[in-house]
């Protein structure tokens, strides 16, 4: 007997990558979202209650990675984001890694360790699609920035939100795939602002918060003004891409493997270098930046 419950599975790995928190619904139609940690629980899971419906919130590997445990089960995902779940070419191309040198390591890294399958996205959802399970009604709102097709879920009669990765972490928002977007990351924050809802899930960190969190989603997308602030105060002096990459003004310190820091680390400082443009702050000269 289904209880209605939305259930929070804690992330194993301290819930970082490539584990993240993962939600169990307990309904007439059991649902999971993200599965991506604690493979023995979640197979457990399917065995006992046969999932009908696993959610992907977007196509990054800590919130796919085990979705073909669940045999039988449609896999719902935003229209934006479902071929970077479905096709392994299409997750290079949105990532931004499809043309690097490494592309090949790349891939076969992606297959071996991540057990990376194709799958095939049943059902694809725009903004504000609403989904009925019995006694939970899941709205999906789009809420594009860290992938174009990043979207939340809205438990409409609970009056809960998974926010994915609007995780409100002190690292700040993530943006550094190609079809990230800083300025749609800022507004998808402003959009969150306006549900109606006292249980927030995040996909990292925390992982459970409650009551009214718009101070702390303010504060999540400041994170976006420091950086611009700190880039800006580097550019005093014009720079190129080597220079600003090696500053790591975003991730504030370099990490392992390089090629992909720096692919990042310029992918998060060349949108902001975009907006500083478009804010007349910031002024490109041939292979340089400078403030303006
Ligand atoms: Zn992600």
């Known amino acids: 007997m289904a209880s209605g419950d939305i259930v929070f599975i804690d992330g194993d ?33 399917h065995r006992e209650k046969g999932i009908g419906i696993v ?95 990043h979207m939340c879920v809205h438990f409409v009669e609970k009056g809960a939100v998974f926010l994915a990765d609007i995780e ?16 749609a990351f800022l507004d998808s924050i402003e959009k969150l602002k306006a549900l109606e809802a006292d249980t927030w899930y995040t996909s990292h960190g925390k992982g459970v918060l409650q009551g009214d969190i718009r101070d702390r989603l303010d504060a999540f997308a400041g994170v976006i003004y420091e950086r611009d602030e700190r880039l800006l105060e580097f550019l005093s002096r014009p720079r190129t891409r080597e220079e600003i990459v090696s500053e790591a003004l975003i991730y504030r310190r370099r990490w392992e493997p390089p090629q992909l820091f720096e692919l990042f680390e310029w992918n998060m400082a060349s949108k902001h270098l975009a907006r500083l443009e478009r804010l007349g702050l910031a002024a490109r000269d041939g292979d340089r930046w400078l403030r303006t």
């Open 55 to 149: 959610v992907n919130s977007h196509y990054h590997i800590d919130h796919t990675r085990y979705d073909s445990l669940f045999n039988g089960a449609e896999l719902l995902a935003s229209a934006v984001d479902a071929p970077a779940i479905e096709d392994l070419d299409e997750l290079a191309r949105a990532t931004g890694v499809d043309d690097a040198p490494w592309f090949d390591i790349w891939k076969s890294t992606v297959r071996e360790r991540w057990n990376w399958t194709e799958r095939h996205v049943a059902l694809r959802v725009e903004d504000r699609d609403e989904l009925c399970l019995g006694m939970n009604t899941l709205r999906f709102i789009h809420a594009p920035g860290h992938t174009a097709g």
């Open 13 to 45: 790995n301290r819930a970082r990558f490539p584990d993240s928190h993962c939600l169990f619904v307990d309904d007439e139609l059991p649902a999971v979202i993200d599965p991506a940690t604690k493979r023995d629980e979640l197979e457990g899971l």
């Open 168 to 183: 409100l972490g002190s690292f700040g928002p993530w943006y550094a795939n190609r079809g990230s977007d800083v300025d």
